[in-house]
């Protein structure tokens, strides 16, 4: 009988047999196998951004800044923080923004990363308490936050109330804001993968899998996280301020429950803990809810009936699936 | 009388009031998460939805109140269990995806509501009676007596279920250590989704005893959700004890910052009592259990 199960054998290419990050090239196609995967993306979004339509620029360039959001809530879950309230960091980036324009009249090229850095800044420090809990303690607490402000913004009055603050400067034109919105999402790529491999990420990713031993082995635990909630807010809070600046708005739906989706949904439809993965999936869910926009609050269901379908059917991601297709061959034996 | 005191009969009652209500919504989701682990972010939605089942058996359909009732009830229940049966069953230990799943399926209950239309006057569920009763100088209706009466009756009911049944050692055979409970024999599978269900009808009891004060709306769910983690984060999550210290704690301050200070701000309060309370005792007030481990 068991000669008629067949296994699936999987096999890396010859160039994967060397370590992850050093590789022994000898011929351009090797050159071509690594750089491919890599410059393919970026060529298909600029191409994508010069290409398409004005209405559809402007889906795709939303799009690219929920990626940051994606990819900050991936970097922030491989440091073993699980935030169901990414809307927190965004809101507290695009109010910071907002009044810096609306009340000082700062201009934008300094409210932005004045906000980027502040929003961060006042993020972690308001997350701080929370810091000690771990797993789901720590998302019950970040859902509750961003849900319970919206409440006191909107009974208190502050910050412009449940109108907002309008009449804030905007990007002085379309491409201005595509040329920062494309290069951010790039950037914050690049950067947290580079982030996530160097010495000082590893730290970050073996608090996930077990800060007991990122504790004995001499490494304050709680002033890591700080860092990484640092890092991970101020991405988001420059969401915020872009956002800001772009609807030349802020109002309390900055908090909204869509922003904490979003990222998770992006980064669960990609592939957890892979940052590319995030990326890839915000850029097939943006297009995807601005098609179902018309249905107003169905949108919601949308995100989260394919965050259930591809949390139990397909926990592994787009990216990681896409990933090991490319990296290895498969043989039946 | 003096002013100052029917003043402070009010806050006393309304508190009461305020503080019951509080820890029946906390309850189930405790309940859940003590026996089993398993938070069920879904709760929102399953009040909502048990709301609206119960709102649609009295009176779309008329049947006679303790029908309706049971059937909101029960059908609560069986969809806890479906949820562990097929959802949380596959994704045991992996607790990032046990989060989001549950977190997803509220939502799309919730959301799915809120596509159908569910707002407004017409979803309300009727109060038992209209009537009010005047106790030391302050009016409560009776719908709000009835509530407090419920809840002590529900939590004395739970304390010996669990405390004289055989269902209720095997729950908390499971709640101390599922791998031993499963060597003498328990399913710890089964007593999960008994857990979830369980859960799930104690939710459902808590929106058909709280929702006849006000309509029926999906941004409740929401509210329910934070309200009740609000109330676990504070009171320890595991310690029923806890919970109701918590509301109490939460519900009293509540009415007294509406009273004297600003109603607008009653909804700071959970907030700023659950921050404080990670500040100074991480595991919350009661939650001592497994402390070093699991939350800090």
Redesign the interface.
């Known amino acids: 009988m068991t000669d008629f199960i067949k296994r699936k054998e999987r096999i890396d290419r010859g160039i994967k047999a060397c370590t992850d990050d050093i590789y022994c090239l000898s011929s351009l196609r090797e050159i071509a196998y690594l750089l491919i995967p890599r410059l393919l993306p970026v060529l298909v979004v600029a191409l994508l951004l010069l290409l398409l339509p004005l209405y559809w620029k402007k889906v795709m360039l939303i799009a690219l800044i929920m990626a940051i959001m994606a990819m900050s809530w991936d970097f922030m879950?491989s440091c073993g923080l699980?935030s169901?309230g990414q809307a927190l960091f965004f809101a507290i980036g695009a109010y910071f923004s907002g009044s810096l324009n609306h009340y000082v009249g700062l201009p934008l090229c300094i409210s932005i990363p004045v906000a980027t850095v502040g929003g961060g800044l006042l993020s972690t420090a308001l997350i701080f308490?929370?810091l000690?809990?771990?797993?789901?303690?720590f998302?019950?607490?970040t859902?509750?936050?961003p849900?319970?402000?919206m409440?006191?913004i909107e009974?208190?009055k502050i910050l412009g109330g449940t109108e907002g603050m309008s009449a804030i400067s905007a990007f002085p034109g379309v491409w201005s804001s595509i040329g920062v919105g494309t290069i951010a999402a790039v950037a914050t790529l690049v950067f947290l993968r580079r982030l996530v491999c160097s010495d000082y990420g590893l730290v970050f990713i073996a608090m996930k899998d077990n800060d007991n031993a990122v504790e004995a082995s001499g490494f304050n635990t709680l002033w890591f996280k700080v860092q990484a909630i640092f890092i991970g807010s101020a991405l988001c809070s420059f969401c915020g301020a872009f956002m800001t600046h772009y609807h030349m708005s802020v109002g309390m739906s900055a908090f909204a429950?869509d922003l904490s989706?979003f990222p998770?949904a992006a980064s669960?439809v990609g592939g957890?803990g892979t940052l590319t993965g995030a990326f890839l999936g915000a850029m097939i869910l943006g297009p995807l809810s601005e098609a179902v926009r018309a249905?107003?609050?169905?949108r919601?269901?949308t995100?989260?009936?394919l965050?259930?379908f591809f949390?139990?059917a397909v926990?592994e991601g787009i990216f990681p699936y896409l990933k090991r297709k490319y990296e290895q061959t498969e043989r039946w034996s | 009388m003096p002013v100052g005191d029917e003043e402070s009969t009010a806050m006393i009652t309304y508190g009461l009031v305020n503080s019951v209500v509080l820890a029946l919504i906390a309850l189930g989701f405790s309940i859940t998460f003590g026996i089993s682990r398993v938070a069920n972010f879904a709760y929102g939605g399953i009040y909502i939805l048990s709301g609206v089942i119960g709102w649609f058996f009295l009176v779309k359909l008329g049947f006679p109140y303790p029908l309706a009732a049971t059937v909101s009830v029960a059908s609560a229940g069986l969809l806890g269990a479906l949820i562990y049966r097929f959802l949380l069953q596959r994704l045991r230990g992996l607790e990032l995806s046990e989060v989001i799943s549950t977190f997803a399926l509220g939502l799309i209950i919730l959301e799915t509501l809120r596509t159908m239309g569910v707002m407004g006057f017409d979803y309300r569920l009727p109060p038992f009676s209209r009537g009010s009763v005047e106790i030391l100088g302050t009016y409560v209706s009776v719908q709000r007596l009835v509530i407090i009466a419920s809840g002590a009756i529900l939590l004395i009911l739970l304390h010996l279920f669990v405390h004289n049944t055989k269902i209720g050692l095997a729950f908390r055979g499971v709640a101390q250590d599922d791998h031993t409970a499963f060597t003498v024999g328990i399913n710890p599978d089964k007593i999960s989704m008994l857990s979830l269900a369980l859960g799930s009808m104690v939710c459902s009891v808590a929106a058909l005893l709280i929702l006849p004060l006000g309509t029926i709306s999906v941004d409740a769910g929401y509210d329910i959700l934070l309200k009740a983690l609000a109330v676990c984060i504070v009171g320890g999550l595991e310690s029923t004890t806890g919970i109701v210290l918590a509301s109490f704690i939460i519900g009293y301050t509540e009415v007294f910052t509406a009273m004297y200070i600003s109603s607008s701000l009653t909804i700071v309060v959970p907030l700023f009592c659950m921050l404080a309370i990670l500040l100074v005792r991480p595991s919350g007030l009661f939650g001592k259990h497994k402390e070093l481990e699991e939350r800090i």
Do not use: D, K
């Open positions: 879950t699980v169901l308490p929370a000690r809990l771990r797993g789901m303690y998302s019950m607490v859902l509750i936050i849900l319970m402000l409440r006191v009974a208190t429950l989706i998770l669960i957890i249905f107003g609050s169905f919601v269901v995100y989260s009936a965050l259930l949390v139990v926990p």
